[in-house]
């Protein structure tokens, strides 16, 4: 079976945001198979790089990905405890945090070992969509709530304009066992469609957002890492849908009001036309820049890049 590897987006972009220099401290917040990771490794290695991924069978590809890279450390859990990650290896900051909240493309394929069951349309598997152990699965959502709450989430957390009627069908259909199933009720349901997005896309993005507590963890995540970045550290968030997007705003304004840090991204970075054709999932990637601490105005730009 071919070995597979996410190729990591806006690569050059991310580098040049986190400001490395041979000795730094880095977390890699959201790691997966270790596209980022790797480049990070190389360019730091009188440092120590902190790879953090809440799912077991990604963080495994990452170790033998990162195998070559003594000064490389890995810790399993969710990327808002980062002052547990740095603590258990002895360290109280970092000098950069690098957090792409994209999902890897390895959870999606249905025939890699440890991929996670129902993020794919056909995954006949069944219907989890849980990185890890906790919290409530997709199945459990679908086959258990009511058809009001279930169509106030598909809203909430998909933007899906036809909630109503997909609840409403989903609820008929009763008991979904899988994604496939599942993906076959949406395209039913759907009146409208969005370009070449897949008819179940917001669904599917909604079941997956509630599964893993996505967006909680995402707002617990950005006070944490300034709370852990030395002065004059860098974050670096890239994000992938609007709902993510909008908190990273918003928590970074915040935190630019409170004096704590400066935002480096008067707009956010994204992918060159480039890139989207080489790698399609960059398109929807957005990369906002946060230093901390307060000294000067200058703003992360072409002089960087």
């Given at each position: 079976?071919?070995?597979?590897?996410?190729?990591?987006?806006?690569?050059?972009?991310?580098?040049?945001?986190?400001?490395?220099?041979?000795?730094?401290?880095?977390?890699?917040?959201?790691?997966?198979?270790?596209?980022?990771?790797?480049?990070?490794?190389a360019?730091?290695?009188?440092?120590?790089?902190?790879?953090?991924?809440?799912?077991?069978?990604v963080?495994?590809?990452?170790?033998?990905r990162l195998?070559?890279?003594?000064?490389?450390?890995?810790?399993?859990?969710?990327?808002?405890?980062?002052?547990?990650?740095?603590a258990?290896?002895?360290l109280k900051?970092?000098?950069?945090?690098?957090?792409?909240?994209?999902?890897?493309?390895?959870?999606?394929?249905?025939?890699?070992e440890?991929?996670?069951?129902?993020?794919?349309?056909?995954?006949l598997?069944?219907?989890d969509?849980?990185?890890?152990d906790?919290?409530e699965?997709?199945?459990?959502?679908?086959n258990?709530w009511?058809?009001?709450?279930?169509?106030?989430?598909?809203?909430?957390?998909?933007?899906?304009?036809?909630?109503?009627?997909?609840?409403?069908m989903?609820?008929?259909?009763?008991?979904?066992?899988?994604?496939?199933?599942?993906?076959?009720?949406?395209?039913r349901?759907?009146?409208?469609?969005?370009?070449?997005?897949?008819?179940?896309?917001?669904?599917?993005?909604?079941?997956?957002?509630?599964?893993?507590?996505?967006?909680?963890?995402?707002?617990?995540?950005?006070?944490?890492?300034?709370?852990?970045?030395?002065?004059?550290?860098?974050?670096?968030?890239?994000?992938?849908?609007?709902?993510?997007?909008?908190?990273?705003?918003?928590?970074?304004?915040?935190?630019?009001?409170?004096?704590?840090?400066r935002?480096l991204?008067?707009?956010?970075?994204?992918?060159s036309?480039?890139?989207?054709?080489?790698?399609?999932?960059?398109?929807?990637?957005?990369?906002?820049?946060l230093?901390?601490?307060?000294?000067g105005?200058?703003?992360?730009?072409?002089?960087?890049?």
């Amino acid at each position: 079976m071919p070995v597979y590897h996410h190729t990591p987006v806006m690569l050059k972009e991310c580098l040049e945001a986190l400001a490395l220099r041979e000795n730094s401290v880095v977390i890699d917040a959201t790691c997966g198979e270790g596209g980022h990771s790797e480049a990070i490794a190389a360019r730091i290695p009188g440092g120590t790089l902190l790879c953090v991924d809440r799912n077991a069978a990604v963080l495994a590809r990452a170790r033998e990905r990162l195998a070559a890279y003594p000064h490389v450390r890995f810790f399993e859990g969710t990327y808002d405890r980062l002052s547990e990650a740095l603590a258990r290896e002895g360290l109280k900051q970092a000098d950069a945090i690098l957090a792409d909240l994209g999902i890897s493309l390895f959870h999606y394929r249905e025939e890699e070992e440890g991929s996670i069951i129902g993020f794919s349309y056909t995954d006949l598997r069944g219907l989890d969509m849980r990185l890890d152990d906790s919290g409530e699965s997709a199945y459990d959502v679908v086959n258990r709530w009511r058809e009001n709450d279930l169509a106030d989430l598909l809203y909430r957390y998909g933007e899906e304009t036809e909630s109503r009627r997909i609840a409403r069908m989903i609820v008929s259909a009763r008991p979904v066992k899988n994604a496939k199933q599942l993906s076959d009720i949406v395209m039913r349901a759907k009146k409208r469609r969005k370009g070449r997005l897949h008819p179940a896309t917001q669904t599917f993005q909604a079941l997956r957002i509630h599964a893993n507590r996505e967006l909680e963890v995402l707002e617990s995540f950005l006070p944490e890492a300034v709370s852990v970045l030395r002065e004059g550290g860098r974050l670096a968030v890239m994000s992938y849908h609007s709902l993510e997007d909008r908190i990273v705003k918003q928590a970074m304004r915040a935190i630019a009001v409170s004096g704590e840090g400066r935002i480096l991204t008067k707009k956010p970075i994204v992918s060159s036309e480039e890139e989207v054709r080489a790698n399609r999932p960059s398109r929807s990637a957005k990369l906002r820049i946060l230093e901390k601490g307060s000294i000067g105005d200058e703003s992360f730009g072409d002089a960087v890049l």
